[in-house]
């Protein structure tokens, strides 16, 4: 039995893989509408899609430059000598307004108990008995240790 094999249809042609490197995923835009891009492979295959931007390397971060502690040490200190003072005229004043309330206090009650030794002294009570002890005089005459008055 003489079994008849179709033969293969050998072409000239072959294939050969080109790696792609995968593309970054294109941001979305939802007002914008992208690209529609059509590419023939070797073997003939048509493949339609959407266009998608090459990824952007990232500028470079410029070196951070190393701050001398001893000027973050002159800084701090410059901030709380400032801070010091501000907070010592505060004091002051607060101690000059406390002596000035206090000088009034002693001027006002200098000016009551003033008033009210002089409204004593000086009051016009004529005919009154002002509550003390009448005593009248008279010539009294001493003998011998007796008193005769």
Known sequence: MNHHTP?????NATHHPIPVAPAPLAVHHPHAVPDI?????????????YAVAPAKTPEPVPERLA??????????GGIGFAAACGGLMLLTTFIAAVAALIQQLVILAAVIFGGLIATQVLGTNHGRDNGGTVVN???AVFKRNNFRG
């Open 67 to 76: 701050i001398n502690p001893l000027a973050i040490n002159i800084a701090l």
């Open 37 to 49: 891009q059509t590419i023939q492979l070797p073997d003939g295959r048509i493949i339609t899609g």
């Open 137 to 139: 005089i008279r010539r």
């Open 7 to 11: 033969a293969r249809r050998e072409t």
